[in-house]
Structure formats: C-alpha cells, structure tokens
C-alpha cells in the first residue's frame, strides 16, 4: 500500500511522507489537526480481514500505549481508516536511525556504545513483561538510534501480544520477517512468553557483533525459499556463534562463553533458554564486562619493546645497591647470638590401637590441645593425652648458630638470585649501547 502525501487518514492525520516501509506496513511522517508532528503507521489490510481482529488490533494497541518507558516508543491512538481499509497507528516522531541501518552507513558498535544499546533494549522489554506484555518482534530495524546510540527506542510495541497468547489453530498467517521469529511464533497452538524476546535478543546481539544474520539462508547462502523455518525449527544443536561467524566469513568480537550464552537464547524447546530477559542480560554484561576489562588481544605481529638504554643502566645500579645491602645483612644476621631461642620438647606419641582404627573426632570434641584414641577394652571410650607445650631452654652455641643458619637460607638464595639477574641486565645494557 503506497499512500500520496496529502491524504488525511482518520480524519485527523495528513501524511507528509513516507519514513520507511517494512514487512507490516508502512511508516509515514504526518501532521494531526493541532500541528502536532507524529509517525504515523499503516498496517496491511490483511492484519485486519475482519471486525474482531480490528478489536484484537485497537486492544494491542491500547496495551502498547498503556507503556511508559525512557525506551519504549510512545503510541498515541488507533483506528482503521474507513476510505482505506487500513488499520493505522499513530506514534512519537523519532529522528535518528536504526540498529541495521547504522551498522551499514556508520560502521560496527564500539564496545562502550554496544553495551548502551544493549542494557536499554533489555531494560525496555523487561519493563514490558512485567505488564504482562510481549514484544515478539525483537529485530536490528525495530531498535532505533536516537543522537548516536545515547538513547534508544524499542519499536513497534503496538503489535504486541499478552502472555499466554499465541499464533491460533488453523492460522495460516505469519506476521513479521521468518527469521526473526521464534519457533513458537511459526508453530499453531504454541503459546508466546518472556522466552520469545529472549529469542529475538539474542539473534539482535549477534548481529549488532557481526552485521550478520545468525541463520544462514537470508545471508544469501544458496538456500531455498523457506529454508530458514527448517534452520529455526531443527532440533540438532545449534552451530557456535564463533562457527558460524567463521562460515559466514565475518569477525565475532566476543569472549569464547559468548557461544553458550547464544545457544541459551536461541534453544528450540523454551524452557532451555534463559527464563527472563533480565537475567539473560545479567549474564550478558557480564561477558561485556570481562572483554571490556581484559581489552583488546595483541596483535600476532606485534614486537616486545626494548628497553631504553639509560632505563637498564639505572634498573642494574639499583639491582647492585639493594644486592649489596641485603648481602650486608645477611653476614651481620649470621654472627652468634647470646639470646634465648625456644626449642619444643618431644612429644611422646600416642599409644597407636591394636585392632581397632582410629575414629576421627569431631572438631569440637576436645581442646585443640588433646589427642584422643579409642582401644579395644574400652569401646568408645576417649582417653586424652595431653601434648606438652614448647618451653624455654638455654642452648648451646654450635646449635643456636645452626638454627640461626636454616633461617637465612633463603636469603642467600634471594642474593645469589639478585647477582644472577644484575650481571644479565648489565650485559644487556653493554649490547644495547654496542
């Protein structure tokens, strides 16, 4: 349906020009009779054969404008055109540009403006499912851009569906673009949920990351017409989102989990997938998050910087200094001492049982000081004995010296370490400045 600027639909609106036209229906800028600029959205005749699917369109339409919501685009009225024959739908005027439409003209997200849109479109349809209401039309062309991604609107709520609803028995009709449909909205008699819109999340996060579709024949891959309800409907696993990127011969810029996070959105059975759209994103961002902190893998080409010459001058002349201080200490640790060290008498062991294991205890049983036993004679009986707590002695001096000796080895080791690192920096510096 084509409508030339100038008409008046409803009596009220008078297009001005056609904004952009979709599988639905058209989109149009008009005016209405207070001068008030608004989008203004001719559906099909079809959507609409008779009076009680009319009812059924003004009630999706009234639940759509029941939502209030920074994301959500604002929809005003509804009616059916009488001239026409067509439904219309009557919404806020937007100015920017949507998902598909950006990452053609302006390129791939970056992973600051990705997270953005992502966190909005989540935020907005959770908002919707808490109404009860679905959206079911997730898709690149139905999240628009407003100021370069700094705020989002979710379209095309007015053709929602509550909870519980589905595509009827015996419907033959199919609304919106197949391949971004989920199994229960191409299947009769299924119902729709908040795990449809985790569907459409899902194939719209994989393509904002690869400006591809998920599924192989709308990338033009030789398919036949209606293969793509084959590739939604298959119950074989999933291929990887990174596999299929390869195939499909474009980058994914996502950690390896992205896969499993796709293959819990995109499960043919919903109750495989992840239950709500809030936790779908929670576990989402989380993956953003790692990315984002991690930053970008290094270049296969790169090369390891050197190190400046005066920079491994001054590291080997302060490497020296603190060896020759911690040698300095180490020779003024090893001189005997008259001071009183504290040696642990032996402990006697306990009597080991003759015939019967030993049971362990429970932690509370005794004092930490105890050990207990059970013998044969006594059954369960406990039997302590008590563990003699270190005392003071003198020592000779030959052994406080040996004592002493076993508590700087690993001084001397950290030395010799210290040594063995200077002399290589000093080399280095020696090349470098040859």
């Known amino acids: 349906m084509n409508v030339p600027p100038g008409t008046v ?46 009812e059924v369109f003004v009630e999706q339409a009234r639940l759509a404008a029941s939502l209030h919501h920074p994301s959500i685009r604002a929809v005003w009225n509804a009616g059916i055109d009488d001239l026409l024959g067509s439904p219309f739908i009557t919404m806020e005027l937007l100015d920017g540009s949507d998902v598909a439409t950006h990452l053609r003209e302006v ?10 849109v992502l966190e909005q479109v989540a935020d907005a349809v959770a908002t919707a499912h808490r109404s009860a209401i679905i959206h079911g039309a997730l898709k690149p062309s139905n999240v628009f851009l407003c100021g370069h991604a700094d705020a989002v609107k979710v379209l095309d709520f007015a053709l929602v569906k509550p909870v519980g609803a589905g595509r009827p028995l015996g419907s033959s009709a199919i609304v919106g673009a197949p ?5 229960e909205q191409l299947t009769a008699g299924t119902v729709v949920g908040p795990w449809t819109d985790v569907w459409g999340f899902g194939l719209l996060t ?10 192989l024949s ?19 696993p999933r291929i990887p989102a990174s596999a299929r990127a390869a195939e499909l011969g474009c980058e994914l810029r996502a950690p390896s989990a992205f896969d499993a996070w796709l293959d819990a959105c995109i499960a043919v059975e919903p109750q495989r997938r992840h239950r709500y759209i809030d936790a779908c994103w929670q576990a989402l961002r989380a993956l953003l998050d790692a990315t984002t902190r991690s930053g970008p893998s290094p270049s296969v080409d790169a090369q390891p910087s050197v190190p400046d010459d005066d920079v491994v001058a001054r590291t080997a002349a302060e490497i020296l200094r603190r ?13 005997p001492s008259r001071r009183r060290v504290l040696v642990s008498k032996p402990v006697t062991p306990a009597p080991p049982c003759a015939s019967v294991p030993a049971i362990p205890r429970p932690p509370s049983a005794l004092p930490s000081h105890q050990v207990a036993c059970v013998t044969p004679a006594a059954g369960a009986a406990l039997h302590p004995q008590k563990i003699t707590p270190p005392q003071e002695r003198h020592v000779a001096p030959h052994m406080r010296h040996r004592g002493v000796a076993r508590r700087t080895h690993p001084a001397l080791v950290a030395t010799i370490a210290f040594l063995c690192l200077a002399v290589v920096l000093s080399l280095v510096a020696h090349f470098a400045r040859g």
């Open 179 to 183: 391949e971004w449909l989920a199994p």
């Open 107 to 116: 390129g791939a997200f970056t992973a600051t403006s990705l997270r953005r």
């Open 218 to 236: 709308p990338n033009g891959h030789g398919r036949a017409p209606g293969s793509v309800f084959v590739e939604i409907l298959s119950t074989a």
């Open 323 to 335: 060896t020759a201080a911690a040698i300095a200490a180490t020779v003024s640790s090893e001189r």
């Open 9 to 54: 639909v409803g009596g009220r609106y008078r297009i001005d020009a056609l904004l952009g036209r979709g599988t639905a229906g058209a989109v149009y800028r008009a005016v209405d009779r207070s001068g008030r600029s608004c989008a203004i959205k001719m559906l099909q005749p079809v959507h609409c054969p008779n009076p009680k699917s009319v």
């Open 206 to 215: 994989f393509f904002c990351l690869t400006g591809r579709h998920y599924w």
